[in-house]
C-alpha cells in the first residue's frame, strides 16, 4: 500500500527534523522539531512544530497530530491544514512540557486539531 | 498513565537514535539507527538496529518492532526479548530497503518477532 501520490509510505523519524512547515496560505510557520513517540505502544503521539525564537533563545512549540502534517513536494515542507488565526489560538509548550507528556498532550491536541482542521 | 517504573510515556524520536540495545544475555548488539514512520497514519512501522560495520562502512541493519525495546536504566540501553540465535536469524536489510518499506516488512518483522520473542 503506498500513498496517493505512489510513494512508499515509510518516513524516517530522524530525517523529518527540520522539514519546515507551512499553514494553508502558503506560509512559513516553523519547523519540526521532534516527533514525540509513545514508549508503551506502536502510536506516535505527535510531532512537534518549533517557532519563533531567535539563535535558539525563546523558541516555542505546537504539539500538532502527526497524521496532519501533509508533505508537499513543490513547496519542500509539511502542509498543516490551519489558518494563521487557529494556529495564533493552538497550546503553545516548552519542549520540556512536551515530554512529560502521559498522553494528555496527545488526547488534547487530537480533540483541539479535530475542531480546528479545515 | 505512565510506564510501569512510573515515567512519562512520551520519548522524543530525535534522543531515541544512538541508544545501545542488548540482546537477553546482557551484551551490546547495536543500537537504534532510526525509527521508522508510517505517513498515512500515527504509527510507528518499526525500529531500525543497526550492527555491525567499521567506521561507517558495511553498517547492517535489523527492522525491530518499536514495541519490543524496553528501556534498561541500569544498562542505560533497550534490552530486545531475543535470544543471539534468533538474532542471528532475523532478516537483515540494506537502510535504502527499509525506506522502500511499503508496510510489507512492518508487518513481516510483528510476524517474525511474535514467533521469536522469548
Do not use: C
Not at 508537499?72 to 490551519?82: A, C, F, N, S
Not at 493552538?90 to 515530554?99: G, I, K, N, Q, R
Amino acid at each position: 500500500m503506498s500513498t496517493p501520490s505512489g510513494h512508499t509510505r515509510a518516513i524516517s523519524a530522524a530525517r523529518v527534523k527540520g522539514t519546515t512547515i507551512y499553514n494553508t496560505a502558503g506560509e512559513s510557520i516553523g519547523h519540526v522539531e521532534d516527533v514525540i513517540l509513545d514508549k508503551m505502544s506502536d502510536r506516535i503521539l505527535f510531532a512537534v512544530l518549533g517557532f519563533g525564537g531567535f539563535l535558539g533563545i525563546g523558541e516555542k512549540f505546537h504539539a500538532v497530530p502527526w497524521s496532519l502534517l501533509d508533505f508537499d513536494k513543490e513547496r519542500g515542507g509539511y502542509v498543516v491544514p490551519l489558518s494563521k488565526e487557529a494556529l495564533k489560538a493552538a497550546p503553545v509548550y516548552d519542549f520540556s512540557d512536551l515530554l512529560q507528556d502521559d498522553g494528555a498532550i496527545g488526547r488534547h491536541v487530537n480533540e483541539y486539531y479535530g475542531r480546528k482542521a479545515a
